[in-house]
């Protein structure tokens, strides 16, 4: 009997660990496919927070990468896979941070009808995401790690637009850049966060 559903188990757990690579699978390249989307519209808009937002796609898309490829790992794999997230999200934090400050120099206002448009996009995504990994919100550090960054991915797209709002009632640079601020900061304290907890698990 014990045999029998040892068995069962198993499969089961087969079948979910399947299942859950082929929703990663599908966020990964969504959120790939958003990141360029996002660069070269934020390009075009001359917008800091659109391209800070592009940025989490990216972090995103390693995210889902990282977690694919030690999804069955050990728990030395496992929080190695942590340490190569935070060093990404910080990389991706500091790309952000750079270029908003690039933008606060410029002061060029951005182009507030593109940055609301392409955020509506980038939300849709991101909340399609997060809906297909709902179901896997509860697990260890990095499955739980990419449900976390869907969920806040969205977050980050409503700002963007409340930024977009702000550009269009303002005729200003100024929303723009302290949403991307903001965007870069939380990045930044998640990379640090997710860094301090893997070398926790080090020592």
Known sequence: MSTSCQDGCDSAQEH?????RKILWVCLIANAAMFFVQTIFSMAAGSASLLANSADFLA?????GITLFVIVGSDASKRSAST???????????WAAFETLHHTLNQKTPEADIMGWVSLVALTVNVLCALLLYKYRKGDINIRSVWICSR?????????????????ATTTVWPDVIVAAILA???LHGAYQILSQSLKRTR
């Open 84 to 94: 190569i997230k935070g060093i990404s999200l910080a990389a991706t934090g500091l």
């Open 16 to 20: 979910l660990s399947n299942e859950y």
């Open 185 to 187: 900061g939380l990045a």
């Open 60 to 64: 995103d898309a390693i995210n889902y």
């Open 152 to 168: 806040n991915d969205a977050l980050g797209n409503i700002a963007v637009m409340i930024a977009a709002a702000g550009v269009f």
